[in-house]
């Protein structure tokens, strides 16, 4: 059987530092599941037995997202760190090429807040998207 090589978008690394903040969902963000990030963020990690159960299955989560999402000039673990920190800034989005947004960002720190909670959502899709459409040109 051949195993096809996919290119790595995430660090199994980060993904564990990130897990230390997992309790509210940090690390699930990070590897594309919105859903159950947001349902540790308002149950301290289903009251700290998920985050627990989530340092064995964090290897598994970093594989699946390492296929899932396309890597390239825009780094997801760069651009992660920049929401995580500055990304009421809009930092993580003139990192990646959106500039007017980035600067709406800046002015309204992050459209109060919500521009931020959508990202978390999306940065994942929006990296990934932008590097496919560079491998394509």
């Not at 290897?59 to 899932?68: L, Y």
């Not at 800046?106 to 959502?121: A, Q, R």
Request: hydrophobic fraction near 45%; aromatic fraction near 18%.
């Amino acid at each position: 059987m051949h195993k096809t090589y996919h290119k790595p978008t995430h660090s199994i690394a980060m993904g564990y530092i990130l897990w230390i903040f997992g309790f509210l969902g940090a690390h699930r963000f990070y590897y594309g599941r919105q859903i159950s990030a947001t349902i540790y963020f308002f149950t301290c990690g289903l009251f700290f037995i998920g985050w627990i159960v989530d340092l064995f299955l964090i290897p598994g989560m970093n594989e699946e997202a390492d296929i899932r999402y396309n890597q390239g000039d825009i780094d997801f673990n760069l651009a992660w760190v920049l929401l995580t920190f500055l990304g009421l800034l809009g930092a993580h989005r003139m990192y990646m090429g959106k500039w007017i947004t980035g600067i709406i960002y800046l002015l309204t720190l992050g459209l109060g807040g919500l521009g931020y909670i959508y990202d978390l959502w999306t940065l994942n899709e929006q990296i990934s998207i932008k590097n496919g459409l560079a491998e394509r040109q």
